[in-house]
């Protein structure tokens, strides 16, 4: 069974590749397939670790209330990235501006959760709930197909972390 703080991981490395693609991209058509891709998964991540992840690293882990608000925030923030380049035309200034954005505050983002909250996750984590996540990770992802139903929407930190307490 998939452990999932390796599913993470693995759509973190899919991230880091969405990206330099997007670098290599040549033309907007390229551009905006790279992109619209990349942004769902992005938004489909932050979806299923809130549903999944941070429930129990929020109860669990040695700084798991810091670490989750911390991460929410950052869901939020990548968030408004995504819908600002969408409000720009694909190539533009302001569009790499926003794609740029996004970018920078997912590497912050990915550096902060492999280096504290899935180190802490693994530490309190029996192998056996890491494999029951994991598996309700694969069937979000299935259920959830391009994003459906997902509303995509900033929560506010620290009402989730005292929600999920």
Not at 119 to 132: C, G, I, K, M, T
């Amino acid at each position: 069974m998939d452990d999932i703080t390796a599913l993470i991981l693995d759509d973190h490395a899919a991230f880091r590749r969405g990206f330099a693609r997007l670098d290599d991209a040549r033309d907007p058509a390229e551009m905006l397939a790279v992109w619209e891709a990349l942004a769902l998964h992005l938004d489909i991540h932050a979806e299923a670790e809130e549903a999944i992840l941070y429930p129990h690293l929020v109860k669990h882990g040695d700084d798991g209330e810091d670490e989750t608000a911390d991460a929410i925030g950052d869901h939020n923030k990548i968030r408004d990235a995504i819908a600002e380049a969408k409000l720009h035309e694909v190539g533009s200034d302001a569009w790499w501006a926003a794609v740029g954005e996004a970018r920078k505050e997912n590497s912050e983002h990915l550096a902060e959760e492999e280096d504290e909250a899935l180190p802490d996750f693994r530490r309190h984590a029996s192998v056996e709930l890491r494999a029951e996540l994991g598996a309700r990770w694969l069937t979000f992802y299935g259920e959830h197909k391009n994003g459906r139903d997902l509303p995509f929407r900033d929560k506010d930190p620290q009402g989730y972390v005292r929600e999920h307490r």
